[in-house]
C-alpha cells in the first residue's frame, strides 16, 4: 500500500506542476499589428468568420450556374438565414464588429439562395407546364433528360 501511495502523489505532483508554468499561455487581447484600431480577437474574429460565412456561397454559385433548382433544398439556407439575423443582433449587442459584418454577408447570401432556388423552380414548372400543353410535343415519347 505504501508503494500505491508514493506513486499515486508522484502522478498527482506532476499533473499539477503543468497548471503552475501555464499562466504565460493566457492569451491577451492586445491590438493588432496589421491593423492598430483592432484588438487581436477581432482580427481572429474576421479571418475565423470568412470560412463559415462562405459555407453555402458554392451552392448558391452551383444553382446560378446550373440555372436549375435541382438538387438544391432551399430550407437550410432559410433557416440558417433567420438564425444569422439573431447573430447579427447578438454581434450589435456585444459590439463585436466580426460578428456582425460575417453574419450580415451570410444573410445575404441564404437570401439570394433561396430566392434564386424559387426562381429556377418557377421557371422549371412554367417550362415543365408549357412542354406537356404542346401539341407538337403530345405523341413523343421523349422526355428533356432523353434528348
Known amino acids: 500500500m505504501d508503494r500505491f501511495r508514493r506513486t499515486s502523489l508522484v502522478v498527482l505532483f506532476l499533473s499539477l506542476l ?3 508554468g501555464c499562466q504565460g499561455w493566457i492569451p491577451h487581447d ?3 499589428l496589421l491593423i492598430p484600431t483592432f484588438h487581436r480577437s477581432e ?5 475565423a468568420g470568412l470560412g463559415t ?3 453555402g456561397l ?5 444553382m446560378l450556374k446550373r440555372r436549375s433548382s435541382v438538387g438544391m433544398n432551399p ?3 432559410a433557416i440558417l438565414c433567420v438564425f444569422q439575423i ?3 443582433y447578438y454581434g ?10 460575417w453574419n450580415v454577408i451570410a444573410v445575404f447570401i441564404n437570401f439570394w439562395t433561396v430566392a434564386a432556388y424559387r426562381h429556377f423552380l418557377r421557371f422549371e414548372k412554367v417550362r415543365t407546364t408549357k412542354h406537356e400543353n404542346d401539341p407538337a410535343n403530345a405523341h413523343s415519347s421523349f422526355t428533356d433528360s432523353d434528348r
Not at 458554392?58 to 452551383?62: G, K, R, S, V
Open 75 to 77: 430550407r437550410m439556407a
Open 58 to 62: 458554392p451552392d448558391l454559385l452551383a
Open 86 to 88: 439573431l447573430w447579427v
Open 53 to 55: 460565412t462562405f459555407a
Open 92 to 101: 450589435l449587442l456585444i459590439a463585436s464588429r466580426p460578428v456582425i459584418l
Open 30 to 32: 492586445a491590438q493588432s
Open 43 to 47: 482580427t481572429f474574429g474576421f479571418v
Open 18 to 20: 503543468p497548471y503552475c
